[in-house]
């Protein structure tokens, strides 16, 4: 069976930092790029970050600077380091191989950022 789960959100204050993790099992992923996306009440999925195989990163404009996609290709892991967190960034975080078309999805997590 094929999963895609997300751990770490939670509640932080403006400028507090989360560490959102992904673990994909029952296929491999090496070959996919490793995304994380966000939704908020109201709002349209957006693409917050993504990796491919070859390292390359890819950031929103929103968060560049203040977070960090990494991943661990051997065991279909990976990690999106946030920092000096705002409110617009409280969402539902996705953690997603292979695109916004792929069916590999996570069940989300939430990240609240509030005083």
């Known amino acids: 069976q094929v999963q895609v789960a997300e751990s770490g959100g939670g509640s932080v204050q403006p400028g507090g930092s989360l560490r959102l993790s992904c673990a994909g099992s029952g296929t491999r992923f090496a070959m996919y790029s490793m995304n994380w996306y966000r939704q908020a009440p109201g709002k349209q999925r957006e693409l917050v970050a993504s990796?491919?195989?070859?390292?390359?990163?890819n950031y929103a404009n929103s968060v560049e600077g203040r977070f960090t996609i990494s991943r661990d290709i051997a065991n279909d892991t990976g990690n999106l380091q946030m920092n000096n967190l705002k409110p617009e960034d409280t969402a539902v975080y996705y953690c997603?191989?292979?695109?916004?078309?792929?069916?590999?999805w996570g069940q989300g997590t939430q990240v609240t950022v509030s005083s």
């Open positions: 997603n191989f292979g695109g916004i078309h792929s069916p590999y």
């Open positions: 990796i491919v195989l070859s390292g390359r990163t």
